[in-house]
């Protein structure tokens, strides 16, 4: 059996995943960190046939990295997907997921239940290329037909937005798109092993490894991941990117290019066109601690979600909370979604509103001792922020209010401590409400 098997547990792809057993040259079983930014070409022959991607080989760490290889290859069985793309940050895999489909003239068609960074960049990056962003409210899966054009290039979502918390239906979205040749895109950043993108749909997953990939809250890096699923070669009108022969291959399109790594047209256009001419590379070093962050990421996930439903619970019966929001309390619809599509619990992110409005939320999290304040989530330890002054500042008000944020709304990155622990300290912060 491959190490790589989708047949093995998500415990045992985090340990064995991927083709790295251990390392050639000195049979070490950790993977080595290689800071090297170039490899040696055997001769000249091979160097042209490498470049044209004629062999599969090392060439400049910007584009293919050994390390960087490893993670990629581990967090692409542990998605089930054909392979992946290790990037500098989550942000730059949005961009770079984005980027690989669409020109000027385009558009995509997203949810608006986004992080506020990624609203943005839809909402005025795009528009500096001349790419449109369409939000339409997921709620109702035909609001994607609805907005979608000759030139419609992709759909996005985030599994579970943060901070609004209502499952998406990527179910529903990646069947109305696939006969057309639009692609769902899934940002699953705050539901990696909960949520599965590829087993509902979904062509391409995204992620922040910073945050519950990696764990620690020492990492930045991001990655994309390509089901392989996709019948890119059935859409060249819809997808002219991947269709389009490209001058600095040839003329050869990516259909073409792929042919060495397998049904990745679309992974490799993200690797040998946008990462190779825009360069937000994931070092290295910083892959190899996003190893290690993947290595127990089963065990975390499972603890950051049962100190969660502990801490909604709680919330929920304080008599200084106004609303909690939370998959597991929501009823009707957000509910059933919730319960369709996460596995492990209802995730490790909780909001609430405390009685008081926003002058309550902001007193709250100054109270806060075991918690810390700053913008991150799916750290070991637990965090708070105040989203409509911080990550989510540059939306208006009724982009936070789309969004399912007010000003007396607080986010909870829940972390694994003692749940006792975490909850006094809630407790005591809520006090001065």
Do not use: C
């Amino acid at each position: 059996m491959s190490a790589a098997s989708p047949s093995l547990a998500a415990s045992t792809l985090v340990l064995h995943g991927g083709g790295f057993r251990h390392d050639p040259a000195t049979s070490a079983t950790t993977v080595p960190i290689y800071q090297s930014t170039s490899f040696d070409f055997p001769d000249t022959a091979t160097a042209s046939k490498i470049i044209r991607f004629e062999q599969i080989a090392y060439t400049y760490s910007r584009v293919g990295n050994p390390t960087v290889d490893a993670f990629e290859q581990r967090l692409a069985a542990l998605e089930g997907g054909a392979a992946a793309l290790g990037l500098a940050s989550g942000q730059a895999a949005t961009a770079i997921a984005v980027l690989t489909l669409v020109e000027a003239g385009d558009n995509i068609v997203s949810s608006p239940d986004l992080y506020g960074g990624t609203v943005n960049f839809f909402r005025e990056r795009l528009k500096q290329f001349g790419i449109e962003a369409r939000f339409v409210d997921p709620a109702d899966p035909e609001n994607f037909r609805r907005a979608t054009d000759d030139r419609t290039r992709l759909y996005f979502g985030e599994s579970l937005p943060n901070p609004k918390l209502s499952v998406f239906p990527i179910a529903e979205v990646a069947a109305i798109g696939r006969p057309l040749g639009i692609p769902l895109i899934i940002d699953n950043t705050a539901a990696p092993l909960a949520i599965r993108p590829f087993d509902h749909g979904a062509a391409i997953v995204v992620y922040s490894a910073t945050k519950y990939i990696g764990g620690h809250g020492t990492t930045i890096g991001g990655a994309i991941v390509d089901s392989g699923q996709f019948p890119w070669a059935d859409f060249p009108a819809r997808q002219p990117l991947i269709h389009r022969p490209d001058p600095g291959y040839e003329n050869h399109n990516y259909l073409e290019l792929s042919k060495l790594f397998g049904p990745v047209a679309y992974l490799i256009r993200a690797r040998a066109a946008l990462l190779r001419d825009l360069g937000p590379s994931l070092s290295p070093q910083n892959a190899f601690q996003l190893i290690q962050g993947l290595e127990t990421l089963p065990l975390r996930i499972q603890r950051h979600f049962d100190n969660a439903a502990k801490v909604a619970g709680y919330l929920a019966a304080h008599r200084k909370v106004a609303r909690v929001i939370y998959p597991g309390l929501q009823n009707g619809l957000d509910r059933r979604r919730a319960d369709a599509y996460l596995k492990y619990g209802y995730g490790g992110l909780v909001g609430f509103e405390p009685v008081g409005g926003e002058a309550a939320a902001l007193g709250f999290i100054d109270r806060l001792k075991l918690f810390y304040h700053l913008a991150n989530i799916g750290d070991a330890r637990s965090l708070a922020i105040h989203p409509s002054s911080t990550t989510h500042s540059q939306l208006n008000a009724a982009e936070q209010a789309a969004a399912g944020i007010s000003p007396a709304f607080v986010r909870l990155s829940i972390g694994l401590e003692e749940p006792d622990d975490i909850i006094a300290d809630i407790a005591q912060a809520l006090e001065g409400v």
